[in-house]
């Protein structure tokens, strides 16, 4: 049900505005009570405007999901570069941290902080987190009640993560209150946010004392930054606002949204039935948890220019709050906004932050959850809840105290158990290939549903699969369906005249009705939804993901044009379906004399900041389609590129690959690749694609210098030689020395 504005929630809008024509909303949105009970006040400021006018704050607060996505998307407009707080003392104050920033300096700082934050890099402690999760959980289920925030939340944040980020012991115990004292100081200066300034004047004074004393845990994500200090990689002054910011935000976030998600399982049980009968809606279960408690209330931004909302006006310079918890429960994006919805596709909310911005540890947060989630699954029979206690941060939304208990799972025989443990397979989803059919010469399209007929995760246009084919064989797949169906998957697979073993396989394995082991969609070519228009070009089997963006464009209703070429007629795949769907889209078969010729030149002749093109095809069009729009001035931010292979790596000399955590040293000969050589001497590395496309096997780079072959890494992440995909990456230095 959606919570009605009422009196006791404090004070509500008032029937008047300000000079920019914005409705007035007068509530202290820093107070205890507001803090306490906030769901009725942002559903009040939805309903009176997309942007309200804060008396008590002097600022504008951006209240609905479509418009603070797009403020959010467009940084230039809404700087955080002033500092992202509530008021100016509080922005003076943390100004220059990674979320206080904009371009190019936000740029260098992200990509010193995020190698470790990596989905691949995070894999390497997973078991441990599971391990310990699963133990925690057995634990509680024999107890009569316990606190979730304390016994529960806390756990992978204060005995996993802290360790990560390797402050030494003094340090350690003070991480919880110097991030809650940031984020204090990330509201207003009000009673918390004063005490907020003095404690972190003390964290600053300790990391000053702790970096000149070398006293970072070896092989942590400190000791990393201090590493890259010493060498000269990264600036000096660098260093200490680094580390900062490995310690405010790594734990208050993941504990609050760890919180919410135990507290919707508790109050909906039918919710935490069909996690039980579906694993793979873990995921799902997350993002709702995220959606619905919003751990970070809003963050500012300080206007650079003139803007309109709703046909108010925003002068430059004005601040605006960019309020992620009211946005995700904009009953406008989301149907029954209030209610926790394991099904729901909500991997869209800005719980996370979106655009430039969005939360480096994200994926850390959201394995944390899962883990917890899936231990549940298997453990837990039912989950009691009391009254929580909310926690009072000028911030973070989250719980002081939450009261549980936990029914243990009854035992099941050893086939059921078996079952759901399969089932729960981290990340994987199994399948049921719902048919196939020849689509072009050489082309199947796949149709892949939920082996046990439930729905399967939303994705987004331009995201892919992984497919696992046996035998250690797991290659990726663009997902070219329309991404508003979740009954089914569609891929669309050519057959390799120098297959690797993956193309081969599905087309020889896989017929109707058989099984296969699938991935949650990965989007490493993602849609701008917001550009003003776009180009959509399309060689041979690079249609799939771009056959997925006509869809979305067409159901946003958003202009566009898509070319599609081919060498021969014969093998267009999806000719009609596109003509049906796109009336207007321009073909280009080269065996068809009246065909026309494409001509990268033509096509993006008229380069602007509102228009992004996107091309995905064989490596001849791609450089082509690059090279053009280098020449033609394109803006890199517009040019979106997807390759569905790497270089080759027969060009290049032998190089000597050192493993320094293992000790041992290999040579790598021409033709053969570091994965392959550390593989045959048993040093396992994460790898999926092996072809440079997925990013899984990135490898930290201690020295050397890295002949860098992939799709993943951007020029910049390249520049700074800090990881190497390890399946098609080589080296132009004699020697290359790795952190494995």
Not at 285 to 295: F, I, K, N, T, Y
Not at 384 to 408: D, K, W
Not at 627 to 652: M, S
């Amino acid at each position: 049900m959606s919570c009605p504005y009422s009196q006791t929630d404090g004070p509500g809008p008032r029937a008047r505005s300000n000079l920019a024509g914005a409705p007035v909303y007068d509530a202290d949105l820093f107070a205890d009570e507001f803090i306490q009970k906030p769901w009725g006040h942002y559903a009040a400021m939805r309903d009176i405007g997309p942007v309200v006018w804060l008396p008590v704050h002097g600022a504008y607060a951006i209240t609905r999901y479509a418009e603070v996505r797009r403020a959010l998307h467009n940084w230039q407009t809404y700087s955080s570069a002033q500092g992202v707080a509530g008021d100016d003392a509080g922005c003076a104050f943390l100004r220059g941290n990674t979320l206080a920033s904009d371009p190019p300096f936000h740029d260098e700082l992200r990509k010193a902080m995020a190698p470790p934050l990596y989905p691949a890099a995070l894999q390497a402690v997973r078991p441990r987190m599971a391990a310990t999760i699963r133990a925690v959980i057995e634990q509680l289920t024999t107890h009569d009640s316990f606190d979730g925030m304390v016994d529960l939340a806390r756990v992978l944040p204060v005995n996993v993560v802290r360790d990560l980020v390797g402050l030494p012991e003094d340090g350690r115990g003070n991480m919880l209150t110097w991030g809650a004292a940031s984020f204090d100081i990330q509201g207003v200066q009000n009673a918390r946010g004063r005490k907020g300034l003095e404690l972190v004047k003390e964290m600053r004074a300790w990391i000053a004392d702790a970096l000149a004393a070398d006293r970072f845990s070896p092989g942590s994500w400190t000791a990393r930054i201090q590493k890259l200090v010493k060498s000269g990689q990264i600036p000096p002054e660098f260093g200490p606002q680094l580390i900062r910011d490995y310690i405010n935000p790594s734990l208050d976030t993941t504990i609050s949204a760890t919180g919410q998600l135990l507290y919707q399982l508790a109050r909906n049980p039918d919710q935490f039935d069909r996690l039980k009968r579906d694993p793979h809606l873990i995921p799902n279960a997350v993002d709702e948890a995220v959606r619905l408690g919003s751990p970070i209330r809003l963050f500012s931004r300080t206007l650079t220019a003139d803007a309109q909302i709703g046909g108010i006006s925003l002068p430059a310079g004005a601040r605006a709050y960019m309020m992620f918890a009211a946005a995700n429960r904009d009953e406008r994006h989301y149907a029954d906004a209030d209610r926790f919805d394991v099904s729901r596709p909500a991997a869209d909310h800005l719980g996370f932050g979106h655009g430039i911005h969005m939360c480096v540890g994200m994926h850390l947060a959201k394995m944390e959850m899962e883990l917890i989630a899936e231990a549940l699954v298997e453990g837990v029979e039912r989950i009691e809840a009391g009254e929580p206690v909310v926690a009072l941060n000028n911030t973070i939304y989250s719980f002081a105290q939450l009261p549980l208990r936990f029914v243990a799972a009854k035992a099941r025989p050893a086939s059921q158990i078996a079952s759901t443990i399969t089932a729960s397979r981290p990340g994987w989803i199994e399948a049921r290939v719902l048919g196939r059919v020849e689509v072009a010469e050489d082309v199947i399209s796949f149709r892949l549903g939920a082996a046990d007929g439930s729905l399967l995760p939303a994705f987004e246009a331009g995201a892919h699969i992984d497919v696992d084919l046996g035998d250690g064989l797991v290659r990726q797949y663009s997902l070219c369906g329309n991404p508003g169906r979740q009954d089914e998957y569609r891929l669309g697979v050519l057959r390799e005249s120098q297959s690797r073993g993956g193309s081969e396989a599905m087309h020889e394995r896989l017929d109707r009705g058989s099984t296969v082991w699938i991935g949650v969609p990965r989007n490493l070519f993602a849609l701008e939804e917001e550009a003003g228009r776009s180009i959509l070009i399309a060689g041979g089997i690079g249609v799939t993901p771009i056959l997925a963006m006509a869809y979305r464009l067409c159901a946003l209703q958003r202009p566009f044009e898509l070319h599609y070429a081919t060498r021969t007629r014969s093998r267009a795949a999806f000719v009609d379906e596109i003509a049906a769907l796109v009336p207007d889209a321009l073909f280009y078969f080269g065996d068809v004399a009246e065909s026309r010729r494409f001509d990268a030149a033509r096509v993006l002749a008229a380069p602007s900041d509102e228009l992004h093109f996107y091309c995905c095809g064989p490596v001849g069009l791609i450089d082509d389609v690059v090279a053009t729009a280098a020449r033609q001035g394109w803006n890199p931010k517009n040019v979106h590129i997807e390759r569905f292979a790497a270089q080759h790596v027969d060009a290049g000399a032998p190089f000597v690959v050192h493993a320094r955590r293992s000790g041992r040293s290999f040579p790598v000969p021409v033709g053969r690749t570091i994965l392959e050589v550390l593989q045959e001497a048993g040093i396992a590395v994460p790898r999926s694609c092996e072809a440079g496309v997925c990013g899984v096997c990135l490898t930290p780079v201690i020295q050397g210098d890295p002949d860098h072959r992939d799709m993943v890494l951007t020029d910049a992440e390249k520049a700074s030689n800090m990881q190497i995909a390890v399946c098609c990456s080589r080296s132009c230095s004699a020697d290359l020395i790795l952190d494995i």
